[in-house]
């Protein structure tokens, strides 16, 4: 739960790298916390539980970009590439692809690896 919390404490930050650990853990709750919050919806039909998950969509719309673009910069990849996620099933399948790679070694021009870290 730690790797979730660090790309929350990252909120807006589009430099530098993130590790496949805080990007996948991210998402992953994310998901999970997104499909608790849409079945409360779908099931009570409470304006309470709809705005929730609006809510959380909203909260989580910044750091999700963020996470993604320091993503790929671990990766050595411009963080423009997140724009082809835009793109319908070609570019969240490209993203996708993009996020499995593992670290630059060492250090390039978006900084540190953050596993040496």
Known sequence: MNWYFTAFKKYAVFS??????????FVLVNAVIGAVLSSFAQQSDGF?????????????????????VRRLHDSGRTGWWWWIGLIP??????????????????TNRYGPNPKGA
């Not at 309470?48 to 996470?67: K, M, T």
């Open 89 to 106: 099933i070609v570019g969240t399948i490209v993203l996708i692809v993009f996020s499995l790679f593992d670290s630059e070694s060492g």
């Open 16 to 25: 530098g790298r993130s590790r496949r650990r805080e990007f996948w853990v």
């Open 48 to 68: 309470l539980w709809n705005f929730l998950a609006g809510a959380f969509g909203l909260l989580i719309l910044l750091p999700s970009i963020a996470v993604q």
